[in-house]
C-alpha cells in the first residue's frame, strides 16, 4: 500500500511545473501495478517502475525564455510542399505546438485544450497570431498533418482563418533544431512504443524569439491573450486588455499570469490621489459661487 502512495505522489509530482504535464498515460497504459517485492513495483507487464521514472526524468521543459529559434529549418506543411519555419513570422505572434500526430491520447488533449482556449479570444487566427504545429515524430507524414488540420480548423471554427493553422512534418534534424531551442524534452518508450513528452504552448515574437511557455493541456484563454499581446509588443489588443495587462505579471515556473499586488496599490493610491484632487477642486468651485452669490446679495 505504501508503495502505491509512493507512485501516486510521484505521478503527482511530475504534472506540476515547466516538467510537469508529461504524458502520464504511458505509465497507466497497462492498467495497475503489482508489488514484487520491499520498495520495487513493476507494471503488469513486467517493466520496473523506477525504469518508468528513470525514463521521465528526460521529459520536461527546459524554459528558454528569449531564445531565437532557427528559422531558416526546412519542413513540410500538409499539402507536401517545402516551407522554411520563417515562412510563419514576421508579422504576428506565432502559437507554437509540439506534437506527433499518431499520439493515441496526449497531443490531442493538448490541441484540443489549445483549440478551446483560441476559440473564446476576441482575436483571430491569422489577424492577430498565427498557430504553427510541428510533429517531432519524423516518421509523421504530410497526410497525418492534413488530418489534423482538417479536424482542428472545424473545431475552431472561424471561416477564413484556415490560412493561418500550419501544420509541419519534418526530417530529424530540422526537428531536433527546434525542439532544442526551444527545451522541449522526449523519449520513445520502446515497450508502448510511444514518444513521452511533456504537454504545453509556447508564444513566440514575429521575429521568432521565445515569448512564452503555458503548461498542460487546458489553457486560460486570459494568459494566451495576455501572452499574443506581450509578445506583439502591445501593438494588439483594447485600451482595456493594455490596462489589464498592466495588472498582471508571468510567471514562468508556472506558466501562468498572476494579480501584481504591488501595481494594484500603485493603481489605488492613483485613484485616491485623483479622487482627493476631484473632491478639493469641487469644493473650491462651491465655495467660489458661495462667495458671489453672497456678495450678489450684499450689492443688492
Known amino acids: ?45 513486467g517493466t520496473p517502475a523506477d525504469q518508468k521514472f528513470d525514463l521521465l526524468r528526460d521529459v520536461k521543459f527546459d524554459q528558454q525564455l528569449d531564445a531565437q529559434v532557427p528559422l531558416d529549418l526546412p519542413f513540410r506543411d500538409e499539402t507536401g510542399k517545402t516551407v522554411r519555419l520563417g515562412d510563419y513570422f514576421g508579422t504576428r505572434p506565432v502559437v507554437l505546438a509540439l506534437v506527433y500526430y499518431e499520439c493515441p491520447m496526449l497531443c ?108 498542460g493541456i487546458e489553457y486560460s484563454a486570459r494568459d494566451l491573450k495576455f501572452g499574443i499581446m506581450q509578445a506583439a509588443e502591445q501593438k494588439v489588443g483594447t485600451a482595456v486588455d493594455q490596462l489589464l495587462l498592466y495588472c ?23 485613484l485616491t490621489v485623483l479622487a482627493l484632487a476631484a473632491f478639493w477642486f469641487v469644493s473650491w468651485l462651491r465655495g467660489r459661487q458661495g462667495a458671489r452669490l453672497a456678495g450678489a446679495g450684499h450689492g443688492a
Not at 509530482?13 to 504535464?21: N, Y
Not at 521568432?208 to 503548461?215: C, D, E, Q, T
Not at 506558466?255 to 500603485?266: C, D, I, P, S
Request: with cysteine.
Open 1 to 45: 500500500m505504501r508503495d502505491r502512495l509512493t507512485v501516486a505522489r510521484l505521478l503527482g509530482a511530475a504534472v506540476r511545473g515547466p516538467a510537469g504535464a508529461v504524458c502520464l498515460g504511458l505509465l497507466l497504459a497497462h492498467g495497475a501495478w503489482a508489488q514484487v517485492g520491499p520498495g520495487r513495483m513493476v507494471s503488469q507487464m
Open 108 to 215: 490531442s488533449q493538448v490541441l484540443t485544450g489549445l483549440v478551446s482556449a483560441l476559440d473564446v479570444l476576441t482575436f483571430d487566427a491569422g489577424r492577430e497570431f498565427e498557430v504553427v504545429v510541428v510533429s517531432f515524430n519524423e516518421k509523421d507524414s504530410p497526410r497525418h498533418a492534413a488530418e489534423k488540420k482538417a479536424a482542428y480548423t472545424e473545431r475552431y471554427n472561424r471561416p477564413g482563418t484556415e490560412g493561418a493553422w500550419h501544420f509541419l512534418t519534418g526530417p530529424p534534424a530540422s526537428i531536433a533544431q527546434l525542439t532544442q531551442a526551444v527545451g522541449f524534452k522526449y523519449v520513445w518508450d520502446e515497450e508502448t512504443k510511444q514518444f513521452a513528452h511533456a504537454a504545453g504552448a509556447i508564444v513566440l515574437t514575429p521575429a521568432g524569439r521565445v515569448s512564452k511557455y503555458f503548461f
Open 248 to 270: 498582471y505579471h508571468y510567471d514562468p515556473l508556472t506558466g501562468k499570469y498572476g494579480l501584481v499586488a504591488m501595481t494594484l496599490v500603485r493603481i489605488g493610491g492613483a
